[in-house]
Nanobody, 127 residues
Framework: QVQFVESGGRSVQPGDSLRLSCAAS????????IGWFRQVPGMRREGVSC????????YYADSVKGRFTTSRDNAMSTVYLEMNNLKPEDTAVYYC????????????????????WGQGTQVTVSS
């Protein structure tokens, strides 16, 4: 059984940093591109970042580019999302998932390509 578990979310102040973790089990993490997404209640889930399976290359949404960094440790079967200079608009539930259709992250990837969604971890940025 494949399972993704996100952790590390909490309440922080604007300008603070957080590191989220995505622990995978039941699959060989290195075979998949892994995406981070976030969702605010009542809004569509938004793609935040992606780290490729093939070469470890990354892709970021414009809203987080330069502030967020995603990385992977295949040996530990874990993917990370380092978030710096957090803003109130980063407040959301953050999810990770595996892309079943491509190993290389591209801007054209769609949410339906992803599976094995975790339960999410809440990040709240507020003063």
């Amino acid at each position: 059984q494949v399972q993704f578990v996100e952790s590390g979310g909490r309440s922080v102040q604007p300008g603070d940093s957080l590191r989220l973790s995505c622990a995978a089990s039941g699959l060989t993490l290195g075979d998949y591109a892994i995406g981070w997404f976030r969702q605010v209640p009542g809004m569509r889930r938004e793609g935040v970042s992606c780290v490729s399976a093939s070469d470890g290359s990354t892709y970021y949404a414009d809203s987080v580019k330069g502030r967020f960094t995603t990385s992977r440790d295949n040996a530990m079967s874990t993917v990370y999302l380092e978030m710096n200079n957090l803003k109130p608009e980063d407040t959301a539930v953050y999810y990770c998932a595996a892309n079943l259709m491509r190993r290389l992250c591209t801007p054209g990837a769609r949410e339906y390509e992803y599976a094995y969604w975790g339960q999410g971890t809440q990040v709240t940025v507020s003063s």
